[in-house]
């Protein structure tokens, strides 16, 4: 599962336990319908600052993580 698609579900999955409508997280989040919408739907060109104002509700948000990286030296 791709991080996109993590987000978008974990994101629908909080929205629904909370018992929010799409309308009602986006008013809360200070964003659009039309983005919490495509949030949902993993779409893949997302706001950064966007997606964290809707994370940040459920008391998260993205940021780096270092990922291991193998260098080939030839």
């Known amino acids: 599962m791709t991080n996109t698609k993590l987000i ?3 994101v629908k999955e909080k929205r629904k336990k909370l018992g ?3 309308p009602q997280l986006a008013e809360r989040a200070g ?3 039309r983005f ?12 950064l600052d ?9 008391g998260h948000q993205l940021g780096p ?3 291991e990286r193998r260098v080939n030296d030839e």
């Open 36 to 47: 919490v919408r495509e949030l949902e739907q993993g779409k893949q060109t997302l706001q």
């Open 65 to 67: 993580v270092k990922i």
């Open 31 to 33: 964003v659009g319908l």
């Open 8 to 10: 978008s579900v974990f």
């Open 50 to 58: 966007k997606v964290n104002q809707v994370l940040f509700l459920f």
């Open 20 to 22: 929010l409508t799409q």
